[in-house]
């Protein structure tokens, strides 16, 4: 049999476009499950700086219950602002224990990721906990996205694809003529050979079926490729302005309210101990502060989180 209009090439094309969708779809898993394991990590990464904060939060209150411990034994502190002092420790170890829980379980969290059997109290991560002040603009997040996010590459392939299978549709609407040769001998003829050539009438079988399915394959495979591009851009500019967002919050904390925060503390705290302030204005300027260097710490996980959402919305590194 010879086939006509490049058939077997077209076949060996389909199989190659086929095994590339493959590739890119396998790509696509990778890329979203980099991303859940990116927020794992961030997710350990702020347990460990919350936890750390409430530790140093225990031992300052610690500090301050030393000095009024004193302030009571030489009678400058009454017995039940001591007490009041002394119940606040409750709130401090309360928050150790919660930072203690939510580490425990960021690390499970991560340890189901990796597939790793390593016990919790051996098992621990490392990395920068802060935010880089620095953005490209949008336009370069979304070129990039165009060209590396493997969900759009394979929209792409899938519609390539499908005008292959549409060409070899058309292809197989062709009639392939046989070709025969026979050698032989048959006494008392000594030898004789013949040629035929077979060639089938295919008079109301022109493929019409197939090329009419693929050639709705490929406006529907087009259709989904326009999806999938319009999806790029929401994913990207959705990850843009949280991001942009997260770094507009942190700015001022970083520049002004933490250490706004620190010193309101530390000077309601001396006032307090030289009689200048109220017990209610002492516990009220701690409670600020912890609650704004938490806030502060809770803002930089939504930003690393963030920029994980901007890198699987591009499909790569894009924000380190």
């Not at 350990?44 to 939060?57: F, G, H, P, Y």
């Not at 048959?186 to 089938?200: A, D, K, L, M």
């Not at 529907?220 to 991001?243: G, I, K, N, P």
């Amino acid at each position: 049999m010879h086939e006509r209009d490049h058939k077997r090439e077209l076949r060996r094309e389909t199989a190659r476009k086929q095994t590339d969708i493959a590739a890119s779809t396998y790509s696509d898993q990778e890329r979203n499950l980099l991303f859940n394991l990116r927020n794992a990590f961030v997710q350990v990464l702020q347990a460990k700086a919350v936890q750390q904060n409430a530790r140093e939060n225990l031992a300052y209150w610690d500090r301050e219950l030393d000095v009024n411990r004193k302030r009571l034994a030489a009678g400058d502190l009454a017995q039940v602002d001591m007490d009041r002092l002394e119940l606040q420790r409750v709130q401090f170890e309360s928050d150790l224990e919660t930072a203690l829980v939510n580490l425990r379980t960021s690390k499970i969290q991560i340890l189901m990721l990796l597939n790793d059997r390593t016990t919790i109290d051996r098992f621990d991560v490392a990395g920068p906990y802060e935010f880089v002040d620095r953005l490209q603009p949008l336009e370069e997040f979304r070129n990039a996205a165009l060209a590396a996010r493997p969900d759009l590459k394979e929209a792409v392939q899938t519609v390539e694809l499908a005008k292959a299978n549409h060409q070899l549709a058309v292809a197989n609407g062709s009639t392939d003529p046989t070709f025969g040769l026979d050698l032989a001998r048959n006494p008392p003829i000594p030898f004789y050979f013949g040629v035929n050539i077979s060639i089938p009438l295919r008079i109301f079988d022109r493929n019409q079926g197939e090329k009419a399915r693929t050639a709705i394959d490929i406006r529907r495979s087009q259709r989904a490729e326009d999806t999938a591009r319009a999806q790029v851009f929401s994913d990207v500019d959705s990850a843009y302005y949280t991001v942009v967002s997260a770094l507009n919050l942190l700015r001022p904390y970083r520049d002004k309210y933490l250490k706004l925060a620190e010193d309101t503390r530390n000077k309601v705290a001396f006032s307090y101990q030289n009689g200048g302030a109220s017990l209610l204005d002492y516990l009220d300027a701690e409670k600020s502060f912890r609650n704004t260097r938490l806030a502060y710490l809770n803002l930089i996980g939504s930003y690393l989180t963030a920029a994980a959402q901007m890198n699987i919305a591009v499909g790569r590194e894009a924000i380190l």
